[in-house]
């Protein structure tokens, strides 16, 4: 079946380090790809997307390349900061149940010190 | 402002006690969608609804019920609730057709408790 998987956290990293956050995915189709962010107490609020092969979206300085060869979808951010900390969210949409469904990863804790 | 409330925030109840979760939009979209976030898990869709009087079930529907009446409101209703239901519960609504972009607009979450 359709699913995406994230690597697991925590994710602990100094303030101006790079970060890169991994998610695979698997999907009978071509999936519309995206990143979601969760910051502590709230819903979650989408991060970026990308909607077909070699794609790359971006937004806060984050960005993901949709790599249909590989299917992935790697969150990178070239220097994090402490406002970064939150839990990230892979997803994919586009297959049954229309555009609308997503399918979530697991989720990836960030935690980033001063 | 754009938003989707969800009424109550925090809920501790107890085993068999009815309750409902309410949802409400103010962006017009057709499609709205409920989620339970676990640990390790992700969120998991519970139903789902294309339009008023429309509604489909999603991965984990079992013990739960939904309806829509209105475009705006999409109540949670757990009729017997058991302590697996023990969850954080999202949510979410989006456009439906030519106009949706594929980004679901997320509620800030319940977070229900069943001893």
């Known amino acids: 079946g359709n699913s995406v998987t994230q690597m697991e956290g925590p994710v602990t990293l100094s303030e101006e380090a790079f970060l890169t956050i991994n998610c695979t995915y698997t999907?009978?189709?071509?999936?519309?790809l995206f990143w979601y962010v969760q910051y502590p107490g709230e819903g979650l609020q989408l991060l970026l997307k990308a909607t077909k092969a070699d794609d790359k979206g971006s937004n806060k300085g984050f960005e993901a390349t949709y790599r249909k060869e590989t299917t992935s979808f790697h969150l990178e951010k070239g220097s994090v900061q402490v406002s970064d900390s939150a839990v990230y969210f892979c997803?994919?949409?586009?297959?049954?149940?229309?555009?609308?469904?997503?399918?979530f990863g697991a989720g990836t804790r960030l935690a980033v010190h001063p | 402002e754009a938003q989707v409330t969800q009424n109550p925030r925090y809920l501790i109840t107890v085993t068999g006690k009815k309750l409902t979760v309410t949802c409400s939009q103010n962006?017009?979209?057709?499609?709205m969608s409920w989620y339970r976030q676990d640990p390790g898990l992700g969120l998991r869709q519970i139903y789902y609804s294309m339009n008023v009087e429309v509604t489909d079930k999603g991965d984990v529907p079992e013990g739960y019920k939904v309806s829509r009446k209105e475009k705006r409101n999409f109540p949670l209703i757990l009729e017997s609730p058991s302590p697996n239901q023990t969850s954080l519960y999202f949510c979410?609504?989006?456009?439906w057709g030519q106009g949706n972009t594929g980004e679901l607009f997320f509620g800030e979450g319940s977070r229900l408790t069943v001893l």
């Open positions: 999907a009978t189709g071509y999936p519309s």
């Open positions: 979410a609504s989006s456009f």
């Open positions: 962006m017009n979209h057709e499609y």
């Open positions: 997803a994919l949409s586009g297959l049954s149940g229309g555009y609308n469904k997503l399918i």
